[in-house]
């Protein structure tokens, strides 16, 4: 059995073959080819293994084409203890005689250094024939490895007959999975799968969809079913979030469900109630108060607390509203996490302080680089100590780039404070929107209007109470002595 893949070569080819052609990883005594190397399993086609690279050069200046793909790398591998060395090395060549042979230049390597044995190739992408270049594409990959294993059974080896395919995952959604970050593709899986929970019939459970937000296109003329998420750019269809998200697996999995239903039903809802439970702790009798932490106000408080509302975005703490427009804000975590350092380590709390600041760096920057060019000036003077002065410019320069490093970051949190307290306000706003539609609706948000006659903010109380019985209590009340006068404050107040 023999695997083939294939990795396109970009630049230096010089390197991939003498990797190919490494002596420590083909050693075989007595073994010798035509145009390999003496006692290694290497062989030339069209080119000797030793000048394969200057000839591969020489066919790509002749035809002019030595931009963009210099080569491609062919890796041949077989099944652990079911061939030799010798014989795997006959494979390959007969297998690079059926493929490239009569058109390009190849260099051909079986390594023994791991428990299985495999061929290293390197095919030149400039035929030395025409000069046309070889085009790999899947097509041409998988007749290349049906050629493969067609010379496996002609040696009596054995094949994989019905290969599974896995699909493939984008590498920026293999990594936000691996760092726990949210994912538009995991946030589709998730909800999909609270409503299969819940869903009687595959058409309630698109009705369920859609009354999350969902787009749907389904129709007798597609092919695929695709979705978009509320705060999703694009359609994504159902069967790239796997196999069991196909419309046939989700009716499959609703009608292998339904005498559950009632079940699922309450187990979602106790754990919303276990959610909304928050165990309270009391101090006790020799409990120590805790001190009171230095209240944060300016920059550090709006960066404390915009980090605070990413964690809760990272856990999936936050509303799904608010999840969608943070997704982006994410991935800048870590910088946003390195600016409140920054902060906090300097004790900067407000725009003018970070400014104060950042015209100290340039002050002292600016000391350096002249005591760095007067050092420049004497070394230049005939019998100067060349060796010290160099070390001491060097030091300097270390100095002025963790200056220059600080002085980017004080521009950096100037430019991204102002957005941040926008984003905030955003989303408390969407927060309280939240929290008066899961209190019943809009008759609880000031400023509307009941629908019964004569109540501005639809409660009886309002209308029973008196104003003058609210104001009796007011009128002789003073503040308390040496207290001083109350004002608004917030996290957009201070800020500069």
């Not at 959610?275 to 209240?295: C, D, I, S």
């Not at 905030?424 to 000031?446: C, F, I, N, T």
Request: aromatic letters at 8%; one cysteine or more.
């Amino acid at each position: 059995m023999a695997v083939l893949k294939v990795h396109v070569i970009n630049q230096r080819l010089d390197t991939r073959i003498a990797y190919v052609n490494n002596p420590e990883k083909t050693l075989c005594a007595g073994f010798h080819s035509v145009y390999g190397i003496k006692d290694t399993l290497t062989s030339g086609f069209n080119c000797s293994c030793d000048e394969a690279y200057s000839q591969m050069l020489e066919t790509k200046e002749l035809f002019r084409k030595k931009d963009k793909v210099q080569g491609f790398h062919f890796i041949q591998s077989f099944k652990p203890g079911e061939t030799t060395p010798e014989q795997a090395h006959q494979i390959g060549c007969e297998f690079i005689e059926r493929c490239f042979g009569n058109d390009f230049e190849v260099v051909i390597g079986t390594h023994t250094d791991r428990a299985h044995i495999h061929n290293h190739i390197i095919v030149n992408s400039v035929s030395f024939v025409d000069g046309h270049k070889y085009q790999s594409t899947p097509a041409t990959l998988y007749e290349l490895r049906g050629i493969s294993d067609e010379l496996c059974r002609e040696h009596g080896l054995s094949v994989i007959e019905n290969p599974s395919v896995k699909s493939g995952k984008h590498y920026a959604e293999w990594k936000a999975e691996k760092e726990k970050r949210p994912t538009m593709r995991g946030m589709i899986r998730e909800d999909i799968d609270v409503i299969l929970a819940q869903a009687r019939t595959i058409d309630e459970f698109w009705d369920m969809l859609r009354g999350r937000g969902y787009e749907i296109r389904l129709n007798e003329r597609r092919k695929y079913v695709t979705i978009r998420h509320p705060n999703g750019e694009r359609f994504i269809r159902l069967k790239s979030l796997g196999d069991e998200y196909t419309p046939r697996q989700l009716a499959a999995r609703i009608a292998a469900q339904r005498g559950r239903i009632g079940q699922n039903i309450e187990g979602i809802r106790a754990q919303r109630r276990q959610l909304e439970r928050r165990k309270k702790y009391y101090a006790g009798p020799h409990t120590a108060v805790p001190q009171k932490r230095k209240k944060l106000h300016g920059f550090r408080a709006l960066y404390w607390r915009y980090l605070y509302m990413l964690g809760k975005v990272k856990k999936r703490q936050a509303p799904r509203r608010v999840r969608g427009e943070m997704l982006e804000e994410l991935k800048k975590l870590e910088r946003y996490k390195k600016q409140y350092y920054f902060l906090r380590d300097n004790r900067l709390q407000t725009g003018k302080d970070v400014a104060m600041f950042k015209d100290a760096l340039a002050n002292e920057m600016d000391i350096l680089v002249d005591r760095r060019a007067r050092l420049y000036a004497d070394r230049r003077k005939t019998g100067s100590d060349k060796t010290a002065i160099r070390a001491e410019t060097k030091k300097i320069t270390a100095e002025l780039r963790g200056l220059r490093r600080e002085q980017r970051i004080c521009d950096a949190i100037q430019s991204t404070a102002p957005q941040i307290s926008a984003r905030l306000d955003a989303v408390s706003a969407e927060q309280k929107r939240v929290k008066l539609r899961m209190m019943g609706g809009d008759q609880y948000e000031p400023g509307k209007r009941s629908s019964r006659p004569g109540i501005e903010n639809g409660t009886d109380a309002d209308r029973n109470r008196s104003p003058a019985r609210g104001q009796r209590g007011n009128e002789h009340r003073s503040p308390a002595r040496g207290s001083a006068p109350q004002r608004e404050t917030g996290f957009g107040k201070d800020l500069y």
